[in-house]
């Protein structure tokens, strides 16, 4: 089955301890995005990627980091997690930039 | 810049057609979205439409799209009870890159 898998799907800790938010897709597809979601706001973009060793920031990329040494994998590492990061992260990916994305069942940070 | 909205809140009755109405800003838009999302769920692409198509059906659903007034619309006939949910609204942004640029939400509530 297609899917795109995230985990852990709920999280919570405490401020300025790293975490890693893992992303893994079967689809083989190019294209991977990190989103979170805030109430009011809709979701916006973290980070992204092309291709494996290619990423770049979104509309929101301060306090995170990514990295994609394979294809399948696209993990979100929050070096020193702050309660601003509170929020509900998406993985996404797409064949092709302009082909629909597939989303995750998305995953519930709380930042104590 | 970019920007997507929606109203947050509709309430229709079972068996109704629900209209949600979506305007964006950037009319270099290749392609305009609409998702699903249920409670604790992830995002569900129910239906998409390129910019040069007016009008897109597919079973209960219909897209409109209003290049001129950049309005987007999706109705759902005969609305049920699981056809509660956000949908969201999102356009491709500008640029080569895989980004979306999603509304805040519309919350379908569907009531007896």
């Known amino acids: 089955e297609a899917q795109v898998t995230q985990n852990p799907r709920y999280l919570i800790t405490v401020t300025g301890k790293k975490l890693t938010v893992t992303c893994s897709q079967n689809m083989n597809h190019e294209y991977m995005s990190w989103y979170r979601q805030d109430p009011g706001l809709g979701l916006r973009q973290i980070y992204y990627s092309m291709n494996v060793e290619v990423t770049d920031k979104g509309d929101v990329p301060e306090g995170y980091k990514v990295s994609r040494k394979e294809k399948r994998n696209f993990p979100l590492i929050l070096e020193s997690p702050s309660p601003n990061q509170t929020s509900l992260y998406f993985c996404?990916?797409?064949?092709?930039?302009?082909?629909?994305?597939?989303f995750g069942d998305g995953t519930r940070l709380s930042i104590l | 810049g970019e920007d997507v909205e929606q109203s947050l809140f509709l309430s229709v009755r079972e068996g109704d057609s629900s209209v949600i109405n979506c305007t964006y800003t950037?009319?270099?838009?290749?392609?305009l979205y609409w998702y699903k999302q249920e409670p604790g769920a992830g995002l569900q692409l129910l239906t998409y439409?390129?910019?040069?198509?007016d009008m897109k059906q597919d079973q209960r659903l219909t897209v409109l799209l209003n290049k001129k007034d950049k309005h987007l619309s999706l109705r759902i006939a005969d609305t049920q009870t699981g056809d509660s949910a956000i949908y969201f609204c999102?356009?491709?942004?500008?640029?080569?890159?895989?980004?979306?640029?999603f509304g805040a939400g519309t919350r379908l509530a569907v009531h007896p």
């Open positions: 999102a356009e491709r942004g500008s640029g080569g890159y895989n980004k979306l640029i």
């Open positions: 950037d009319s270099s838009s290749t392609y």
């Open positions: 996404a990916s797409s064949q092709y930039s302009n082909q629909p994305q597939h």
């Open positions: 439409i390129f910019s040069n198509m």
